[in-house]
C-alpha cells in the first residue's frame, strides 16, 4: 500500500511539472501578454509568421530562475495584437571566454 501511494504522489508531482500556459501572442495585446509572464513565470508564446506562414513558438520566462542552469533570460520580441514587438525575455546558452567570464549569447 505504501508502495502504491508514493507512486500516486510521484505522478501527481510529475504532472504538476510539465504544465505550462500556452498563448497565441498575436490575439493578446502587450501589457496582456507580459502579465501572463509575470503571474505564470513561463509561459508558451505561439504565432504565425507573417513572411512565411510557419507556426513560430518558444518558451518565455520572467527571469534567470525559470531557465536551466547554464542558461540566463535574455530580451526577446513577439509579435501582439496591438501591432507593436512586445519585450519579453526567453533562456539563452551563456557563453564562456577563455578568460573564465560568462557572457550572455547575444
Known amino acids: 500500500m505504501k508502495k502504491f501511494l508514493l507512486a500516486a504522489c510521484?505522478?501527481?508531482?510529475?504532472?504538476?511539472?510539465?504544465?505550462?500556459?500556452?498563448?497565441?501572442?498575436?490575439?493578446?495585446?502587450c501589457r496582456q501578454i507580459q502579465s501572463a509572464v509575470v503571474n505564470e513565470g513561463a509561459v508558451i508564446l505561439r504565432w504565425k509568421s507573417p513572411q512565411s506562414g510557419?507556426?513560430?513558438?518558444?518558451?518565455?520566462?520572467?527571469?534567470?530562475?525559470?531557465?536551466?542552469?547554464?542558461?540566463?533570460?535574455?530580451?526577446?520580441?513577439?509579435?501582439?495584437?496591438?501591432?507593436q514587438s512586445c519585450p519579453v525575455y526567453n533562456c539563452k546558452m551563456k557563453i564562456r571566454s577563455d578568460d573564465f567570464f560568462i557572457f550572455p549569447r547575444r
Open 10 to 29: 510521484l505522478c501527481l508531482i510529475a504532472a504538476d511539472a510539465q504544465a505550462i500556459s500556452r498563448y497565441t501572442s498575436t490575439s493578446m495585446q
Open 54 to 83: 510557419v507556426q513560430r513558438y518558444d518558451r518565455y520566462v520572467l527571469a534567470d530562475q525559470y531557465c536551466s542552469p547554464g542558461m540566463e533570460a535574455t530580451r526577446a520580441f513577439v509579435p501582439s495584437a496591438d501591432r
